[in-house]
């Protein structure tokens, strides 16, 4: 492959050395093969992709791609390669939030002047219900076409967009250049040739997601076998079940992937997963109990000693550390952690990468073993952040004695013996089911959750950085002259708004006296400072509202009361918060939770029960009813 210069080129080349060899297999919810291309028929069926868009006058610019997760995001964005068009990657539709996603798309259509969002299947079908500003092109299914593909790939090839929903998200530009040094050192450290089985349910959209599920494939000649990330929330098992029916020899997740394995599959589970030699795991920081309950889980399966591969990297920066394959895990304390939060090293630095621990306050280099703020410098680096001039200005730094600019990634960690480990986030991003939570979202979204709470202060954190997902707290700022039965309304509403615009289920809401959340000269909230003043009893506060989950404990077996415990649960809302009447769309929960939802009611009820079921019905009243045998 000595000649190959770019992805496209690199598709061709196994398309004519190897066009039986399977590429891309794409399995449903059970399990079942829905699709499968062999790299003739993924080649033939890129260039009919081409075809389609030249067709329709998409070529340079860029396009939004807007998909569930099946083989035509890959053809779409392939076709975009060729065309000289700048994909940008996003989510699949919720119906449960069409509208704030649609208003998210008309903003990022406005960010990158882009003429054209690429779709199909429901997503297509949203999309065109909604007012979106540019034109939306339905990808059909089954292009193919005998043309040759071009490959003049230079420039930039795509935008990622970093999470934001109210907050204005960031555009990062990646070249082409940065793509295929990405697929050339992670399929070098991670051993990944032609004769590696790939599986995978990360999302497209995502930097690793899209560099795993597309680039690996195209650069090694692997055999990529790939379901959709719901599919893996509602049934863990078919993770490891493809592992023994494809014999795939790596997997890849965060560890919240891992850990639903072992709280989901019951333990009679058996599965042969001798073949899976490595298993990346990325994403929020690595705690040893994780990678050790897993093993202690699966390891009888066929798993090696060394299984675990840790990994960094950014949207910002794409992979930059990698654990060696097939050496153990090294595990480091934070000063003052107990034994049992241990974190796992993520690796040394790959090829061409340069990273430093710095003092972010005084920009002077750490020694090894002391924690601070990762910097990195290397060849995958982005340029900047599309339309940020004064973020740019922010994010990037020079080290005196040292060539090149550096990145700040706002993740807090220390090196030691070369290696890297992370320990947290400056960034004040709060991590809840795999998902980074912005604060200033949080915080936006409590303001509207009263009238009497518009443009007051406020500040979210985790209450406990060891259980983030379980302490989210918002502290507002509320008027002192409210009564007790006004502040308890306050606290509701901004409990509900959270649930339902973020879906979020707050711990706690603390609403505070005016002038109590700490703020710099210039305004900004000063959110850890509030916390330790918060936990430390320094605030003077009005009222505080824990959330009580309410789950089936204690509640009779009517549908009606099943049904609104449940959701009640999920919501983090006390079960008279619940209503028949209300429309399923207010509670705003993403398309995981309806998921889980589906499940627990079939377990409850020892009934099929489809997550598709809840888009059918109008309000809580109608799946109550359909439940009971009225509907």
Request: hydrophobic letters at 40%; proline letters at 6%.
């Amino acid at each position: 492959m000595a000649g190959e210069q770019s992805l496209l080129e690199l598709l061709a080349f196994h398309a004519r050395t190897r066009p039986a060899a399977p590429a891309l297999t794409y399995l449903d919810e059970n399990g079942e093969e829905s699709e499968r291309y062999t790299f003739s028929e993924l080649y033939h069926a890129v260039a009919g992709t081409v075809a389609f868009l030249k067709d329709h006058g998409i070529g340079g610019g860029a396009a939004l791609l807007v998909f569930d997760p099946e083989p035509r995001f890959t053809l779409s964005f392939l076709a975009c390669l060729a065309t000289q068009t700048t994909a940008v990657p996003l989510p699949p539709t919720d119906p449960t939030r069409a509208s704030i996603m649609c208003d998210h798309i008309n903003h990022l259509i406005s960010d990158t002047d882009a003429p054209h969002v690429l779709s199909a299947g429901r997503s297509c079908h949203l999309l065109r219900q909604n007012a979106i500003a540019g034109q939306v092109l339905e990808v059909p299914h089954g292009l193919s076409s005998n043309n040759p593909v071009a490959s003049s790939e230079r420039g930039q090839a795509v935008l990622l967009y970093t999470s934001g929903s109210t907050s204005a998200p960031k555009g990062v530009g990646i070249n082409h250049e940065h793509l295929l040094y990405n697929a050339a050192s992670c399929c070098s450290q991670w051993e990944i040739d032609a004769t590696s089985k790939l599986i995978s349910w990360m999302p497209n959209q995502h930097s690793f997601g899209l560099i795993y599920n597309v680039l690996l494939p195209l650069y090694s000649g692997a055999h990529l076998i790939a379901f959709a990330p719901a599919s893996f929330v509602n049934n863990p098992k078919l993770w490891l079940r493809g592992v023994e029916r494809y014999r795939a020899t790596h997997g890849a997740a965060a560890t919240f992937g891992y850990q639903l394995c072992c709280e989901q599959i019951e333990p009679s589970f058996q599965a042969d997963l001798s073949s899976w030699k490595v298993g990346l795991i990325s994403a929020e920081p690595i705690r040893r109990g994780v990678c050790e309950n897993f093993m202690a889980r699966f390891k009888h399966m066929g798993l090696g000693p060394n299984f675990f591969c840790a990994l960094y990297g950014l949207s910002e920066t794409g992979p930059i550390t990698s654990m060696p394959i097939e050496q153990p895990c090294q595990y480091h304390h934070v000063a003052g952690d107990p034994p049992e939060l241990a974190l796992a090293s993520v690796g040394a630095e790959l090829p061409g990468t340069r990273i430093r621990v710095v003092d972010p306050d005084t920009g002077r280099v750490l020694q090894p073993g002391q924690v601070g703020e990762v910097w990195v410098n290397g060849p995958s680096l982005m340029s900047g952040y599309l339309n940020r001039p004064e973020e740019n200005r922010l994010t990037f730094a020079e080290l005196p004695g040292e060539q090149g600019r550096f990145f700040r990634t706002g993740d807090q960690g220390f090196l030691r013996d070369g290696l890297l480990t992370i320990s947290g986030r400056l960034k004040e991003i709060i991590l809840v089911r795999g998902k980074n939570i912005y604060p200033q979202d949080l915080e936006w979204m409590a303001r509207l959750g009263h009238p009497q709470l518009e443009g007051a202060a406020a500040a979210a954190f985790a209450a406990n950085h060891h259980d983030e997902e379980h302490s989210v707290t918002v502290v507002i700022e509320a008027p002192l002259d409210g009564s007790e039965s006004d502040w308890r309304e306050m606290a509701n509403g901004v409990t509900r708004q959270v649930s339902r615009g973020l879906g979020v289920a707050l711990f706690q809401v603390v609403l505070a006296a005016p002038g109590q959340i700490p703020k710099t000269a210039s305004g900004k909230i000063r959110r850890d400072p509030c916390r330790t003043s918060f936990l430390e009893g320094g605030l003077t506060v009005l009222h505080k509202k824990i959330t009580a989950t309410t789950g089936l404990t204690g509640v009779d077996c009517q549908p009606d009361r099943v049904v609104h415990g449940l959701f009640a649960a999920a919501l983090d809302l006390p079960i008279e918060e619940i209503e028949d009447d209300a429309p399923l769309s207010d509670y705003q929960l993403d398309s995981m939770t309806f998921v889980a939802l589906a499940q627990a009611i079939e377990q409850y009820f020892e009934v099929s029960f489809s997550p598709a079921t809840f888009f059918k019905c109008a309000t809580l009243g109608d799946v109550v009813a359909l439940l009971d045998g009225e509907g």
